[in-house]
């Protein structure tokens, strides 16, 4: 549309109905990975959830974290109303604690924090990435559900709030949960 601009080049080359990729873009991904140093390989669509919503979870226990929002369910109306979090799926920090499991996203946060390391340290191409490196406030929910907390938690109350709370009366000298 030369009102916006566009030129019409894009991914797709259009003709009529029909659309295929365009080889130019297939050249220039082929440029790339070779510069990169990086090899194709199959990716699941589990991988693709998690390596897109993993981090945006991480982020969202570091913001609770920082004290830049009170509750889990604050981070989950700012992405579902700011964003466009699906809201059948409750938010992300729900969507961790209820549909996913925190060990799990713990636990596959540490295998993708690892692959990135080890990519940016044995390649100049890659810069230093810190977005899948576990939060403190994920860890501690996780030891926290393995030491048995949510079972004490009050039904309705999510595990991050309890451990956010619990922490926040340890720092002021309390311990009680």
Known sequence: DPKIGATGRGIFIHKGRDKMVDPEVVAKIAEIRQAKGHKARQVTDEEIVERLFFPL?????????????????????VYIFGYGFPPAKGGPMFFAENYVGLPKVLERL?????????????????LPVDYFEPSQLLIDCVQAEQAGMKAQVPAGVPLVDAVLDFKKKQAKGGSKL
């Open 57 to 77: 979870i991480n982020e969202g226990f570091r913001i609770l974290e920082e004290g830049f929002a009170q509750r889990s369910s604050d981070v989950d109306i």
């Open 110 to 126: 540490k295998v993708y924090a690892a692959e990135a390391k080890e990519r940016y340290t044995t390649n100049k191409h890659y």
